[in-house]
């Protein structure tokens, strides 16, 4: 079983930039793919896909974040990055952390998730 720990979520104004962490612990070996959901306020059964990567290093982004958001990884410590600019109100959610052992992370391990809240 993997337990990722998401870091790095809080407040920052329109055009700011936060960066989230995730630290993947125990059968860190099973990982492949790793990655970022996000749920925005008042919608509670949808989880979009924000960004993936794989061990090789391939990514995939949602079109809405494609040049402001970068998701890189740290294969040594089992930590994914998410680095978020031009941060806009829409972006205001709860950020989860996904890691799995296919490129399809949502049948993965989950973290508690992280805040991120964007003023206007």
């Known amino acids: 079983q993997v337990q990722p720990v998401e870091s790095g979520g809080g407040l920052v104004q329109a055009g700011g930039s936060l960066r989230l962490s995730c630290v993947a612990s125990?059968?860190?070996?099973?990982?492949?793919?790793m990655g970022w959901y996000r749920q925005a306020p008042g919608k509670q059964r949808e989880r979009e896909l924000v960004?993936?990567?794989?061990?090789?290093?391939?990514?995939n982004y949602a079109d809405s974040v494609k040049g402001r958001f970068t998701i890189s990884r740290d294969n040594a410590k089992n930590t994914v990055y998410l680095q978020m600019n031009n941060l806009k109100p829409e972006d205001t959610g709860v950020y989860y952390c996904?890691?799995?052992?296919?490129?399809?992370?949502?049948?993965?391990?989950w973290g508690q998730g992280t805040q991120v809240t964007v003023s206007s």
């Open positions: 996904a890691a799995g052992a296919t490129a399809n992370i949502i049948f993965g391990s």
């Open positions: 125990g059968s860190v070996f099973s990982i492949n793919a």
């Open positions: 960004a993936r990567i794989t061990s090789g290093g391939s990514t």
